[in-house]
T-cell receptor, first 113, second 109 residues
């Protein structure tokens, strides 16, 4: 079965700093890729998704992610973080031929005002 | 989260008790999922369903059962609760992306 690795467990940044969160997956076939965000005490919400086409995907709140097929990666980026971005971020993968959706362990982002 | 309703929101169970976590949707999605979320572990897939009458095991199905008699409902059953099942449980729906419910926080003591 596929697996998802998120390299950073906890990232601490100051406001206006740039963000990059790593995500790698292990699956040889075609996949759909997602980033979800979970604000404290809330459920997961979709930030962005990649199915096909332009490997640079733009999502809500200024986030973007780049799919690099050769590296099996789907890293999340934001040029300038805000205090309100403090949350936990999850990368997820669905293989194209089934709906077994797997998540990474998550990265907790703390943005200092 | 409109469209996915989980009940109850909180529950404390004693070891060995049983309970059913309810998940209902009104968005007519075929795919439904049950995850558990533990600190530092991300979300682990327990069971999923691709449509009424069809269920499949995920990563961590042991100790749980599901059924999918209708498109709308996907209950998760714990028959003999154990402390290791203390977790936050999320139901999700979606055919191309997942929409999550608000979660059920379960404590087994």
């Amino acid at each position: 079965a596929q697996s998802v690795s998120q390299h950073n467990h906890h990232v601490i940044l100051s406001e206006a700093a740039s963000l990059e969160l790593g995500c790698n997956y292990s699956y040889g076939g075609t996949v759909n890729l997602f980033w979800y965000v979970q604000y404290p005490g809330q459920h997961l919400q979709l930030l962005l998704k990649y199915f096909s086409g332009d490997p640079l995907v733009k999502g809500i709140k200024g986030f973007e992610a780049e799919f690099i097929k050769s590296k099996f990666s789907f890293n999340l980026r934001k040029p300038s973080v805000q205090w309100s971005d403090t949350a936990e971020y999850f990368c997820a993968v669905i293989p194209y031929n089934n709906n077994d959706m797997r998540f990474g362990a998550g990265t907790r982002l703390t943005v200092k005002p | 989260n409109a469209g996915v309703t989980q009940t109850p929101k909180f529950r404390i169970l004693k070891i060995g008790q049983s309970m059913t976590l309810q998940c209902a949707q009104d968005m007519n999605h075929n795919y439904m999922y049950w995850y558990r979320q533990d600190p530092g572990m991300g979300l682990k897939l327990i069971y999923y369903s691709v449509g009424a009458g069809i269920t499949d095991k995920g990563e961590v199905p042991n100790g749980y059962n599901v059924s999918r008699s209708t498109t709308e409902d996907f209950p998760l059953r714990l028959e003999l609760a154990a402390p290791s099942q203390t977790s936050v449980y999320f139901c999700a729906i979606g055919d191309t992306e997942a929409f999550f419910g608000q979660g059920t926080r379960l404590t087994v003591v």
